[in-house]
């Protein structure tokens, strides 16, 4: 019995710092919901897509942590932790670190204007898949970029350059 209530408690951890996340989803909710509002017709695959987007931009932190950014002292720490099941600590981890993770390709407003000169050519030529798909993106990065005014209180230097930084793989955020 104590070991199901420390797993309960565990899982409510979880997803109060990974409430990131929840906010990527319902932003592609509300995305569909408008989309449905502005078509007059419900579809559960322009929902689908939607919400496919909205957390389309986080698999860049995967593909960061993986592959292009494996020697960068933030991902070991990250791998580290996913390899020690240690959900509870990656999660926090995570979550006081991710702000720091600047070496993202994608996470740049050069980006984010391409995406939304995307989303209305896919509006103007009917292309509702990839409307929902891209206009879902395009506001997962701006709740990103208001995210770092509110958290940080001054938008992040990986916004206003294009492409990853080269020369510097270590992060700030480490755990000692």
């Known amino acids: 019995m104590k070991q199901s209530i420390a ?3 565990g899982l409510g951890y979880i997803i109060w710092h ?3 996340m929840l906010y990527h ?3 592609g909710l509300v995305w569909a919901w408008f989309l449905r509002e502005m078509w ?3 579809s559960w695959k322009i929902t689908l897509l939607a919400v496919f987007g ?3 931009p986080d698999s860049e932190h995967l593909i960061y942590f993986f592959i292009s950014g494996k020697k960068d002292e933030y991902s070991k720490q990250v791998k580290a932790f996913f390899k020690a099941h240690e959900w509870r600590v990656l999660t926090s981890f995570i979550e006081t670190g991710h702000k720091y993770n600047t070496n993202l390709s994608y996470h740049n407003v050069y980006f984010v204007v391409f995406l939304l000169i995307l989303t209305i050519l896919c509006f103007l030529i009917d292309w509702e898949a990839w409307m929902a798909v891209l206009g879902a993106m395009v506001l997962h990065y701006l709740f990103d970029i208001f995210d770092d005014y509110r958290t940080l209180g001054y938008l992040n230097d990986n916004w206003k350059r294009w492409g990853s930084k080269k020369k510097n793989l270590t992060s700030s955020r480490t755990r000692k």
């Open 7 to 9: 797993k309960i408690k």
């Open 18 to 20: 990974a409430r990131h």
């Open 25 to 27: 989803l319902l932003i």
């Open 40 to 42: 007059d017709v419900f």
């Open 54 to 56: 909205s957390f389309l």
